[in-house]
């Protein structure tokens, strides 16, 4: 039997081990690669979930030496990894790192980048099981792809894979267009479409909450929830993304895929299986039937910040950050009232929203249950309490909240909104992995179900579309709100409309 060097012999779960493979980063030295994939792979291998058989090859056009690139992942799994540094882990996964100093244009950096494989076949046995991970600007993607082609680097396309980042393109048309450019090159099996939610434990432990629970599932449709909110919200601002940002803004950015993908998980019908295909296949339902349940413009909110205060520290507006042109009309902060037409969810509203210099960093799904139909005990009228509601905390201070009616001890029948609140850090003696840890595990053994696919990607911008086509056509830019608040105040009023209120984490 071969034994992976790298297991760790304290873990006693079985682990999954990919087959040997060659895994290749464009853009190495940029800011995704050195906060979150290059600690992710490191731990992988500190908790043996890579082969014997491994090769790590950066591109990138900083004129670097192996030796050097390989000083600068030590700098970044110093700085990013969760799990403690071992020296043996480390001079076991360097040993087959590799780096390429060139131009993703220049057809010889995809001359030298072939040596690199070439030798990782000859002394590992990676053979044709090759990962390229662009971690570039979504601009490179079809001429890295071109060039892969060309260079017969993605040869056989059953074997090869890729792995994109968000944005996928920035409206219909263009996701369309980019997925024909990858599956010129690529199985389309084999495109890996990187939603770092979809890799979080507490997105994965949404799934468990809803039908590994039954005493929640019969409640979990319209007959009795009021309305859902999702939310993602950030205490920064938008910092050195300026670059990329400006002119994408909030609603592309995350309301297309992280918040979207975050209702299809909530909103779907019970998969056949968690195979991967059942599981999409269900996902795919939710997200074709969503639908703006009215005129768009009384249905969405955009909004930008504008200077504040951030706790006790003071904030410039997103007009007077470095990089931001002149009279931007960016939005940094969306809401939006959706619907999901299923005879589980018709006439239910989804409120999603999502914005930079909010009142605090905090990502969450709040299912809130409709109202008691009748008077409680001691002839108490249920609206002077709040509504019954379930809170899924996807970070930070992962857990389950859920809110209830109690009595009051030694008062006559006076009922009080209590919470009962379940913590994956209290409960669970090992820290939760990252995103990126699960994810780029799953692209080594080639297991999607965690991957947005085509279809997904496509009614996702079919809604999204229709917002920025109406934002386009209208002549006021986004709402203005003070950074450290909560948005607009256009975004209370579309629930206040419906007699609803956003929630304050």
């Known amino acids: 039997m071969t034994v992976n060097p790298l297991v760790d012999p304290l873990d006693r779960r079985v682990p999954r081990i990919p087959a040997p493979c060659a895994l290749t980063i464009f853009g190495v030295t940029g800011d995704l690669a050195r906060r979150k994939v290059l600690p992710a792979v490191y731990d992988l291998a500190n908790r043996g979930l890579l082969p014997a058989g491994f090769s790590l090859t950066g591109v990138a056009r900083s ?63 990676t053979g044709a099981n090759r990962v390229f991970y662009l971690s570039m600007p979504p601009g490179t993607f079809a001429a890295i792809c071109r060039h892969l082609a060309e260079s017969g680097l993605a040869r056989p396309p059953a074997q090869a894979k890729v792995v994109i980042e968000k944005p996928f393109g920035r409206d219909l048309a263009s996701a369309q267009a980019l997925d024909a450019t990858l599956n010129q090159v690529f199985d389309p099996s084999r495109v890996f479409r990187i939603d770092h939610y979809l890799g979080k434990e507490t997105v994965q432990g949404l799934l468990a909450t809803r039908f590994a629970n039954q005493v929640f599932e019969p409640l979990w449709n319209g007959q009795h929830v009021d309305h859902v909110q999702i939310t993602m919200a950030e205490e920064l601002g938008v910092g050195s993304r300026a670059g990329y940002y400006d002119g994408i803004g909030a609603t592309r950015d995350v309301m297309q895929n992280h918040l979207l993908q975050l209702l299809a998980i909530t909103a779907m019908e019970a998969p056949a299986s968690f195979a991967a295909a059942d599981l999409r296949a269900a996902k795919e339902a939710a997200l074709a039937a969503v639908r703006i349940p009215g005129p768009v413009a009384e249905c969405a909110v955009r909004g930008q910040y504008t200077a504040g205060w951030q706790g006790n520290i003071p904030a410039r507006g997103y007009l007077d950050e470095p990089g931001i042109e002149a009279g931007s009309t960016t939005d940094t902060y969306g809401a939006l009232k959706l619907e999901v037409a299923t005879d589980r969810w018709r006439g239910t509203p989804f409120y999603l929203r999502t914005g930079k210099r909010l009142g605090r960093r905090v990502t969450e799904v709040a299912i809130t249950f409709a109202a008691a139909r009748q008077p409680v005990p001691g002839g108490l009228d249920a609206r002077h309490l709040g509504a019954n509601a379930l809170v899924i905390r996807i970070q930070p201070d992962e857990g389950i909240t859920l809110r209830v009616g109690a009595k009051v001890p030694q008062t006559d029948m006076e009922v009080r909104d209590v919470t009962m609140d379940f913590s994956y850090g209290h409960a669970f003696t090992e820290s ?67 007699g609803r209120e956003w929630r304050r984490p």
């Open 63 to 125: 004129n670097w030496t192996t030796a050097q690139f390989v000083a600068q992942a030590h700098a970044a799994v110093a700085s990013g990894a969760r799990t403690p540094f071992r020296q043996r882990v480390w001079e076991q996964l360097t040993a087959s790192m590799n780096y390429v100093s060139g131009d993703i244009a220049d057809p010889a950096t995809y001359s030298q980048l072939g040596q690199a494989l070439e030798a990782s076949d000859r002394d590992l046995g």
């Open 432 to 498: 939760l992995p990252d995103a990126y840890e699960r994810l780029v595990l799953d692209v080594l053994l080639g297991h999607d179900p965690l991957f947005p696919h085509a279809r997904e990607v496509d009614e996702s911008w079919r809604v999204i579309d229709q917002v920025e086509d109406c934002w386009a056509a209208q002549p006021d830019g986004p709402e203005p709100y003070p950074a450290g608040t909560w948005g607009p105040a256009g975004a209370d009023a579309l629930l206040r409309r419906d």
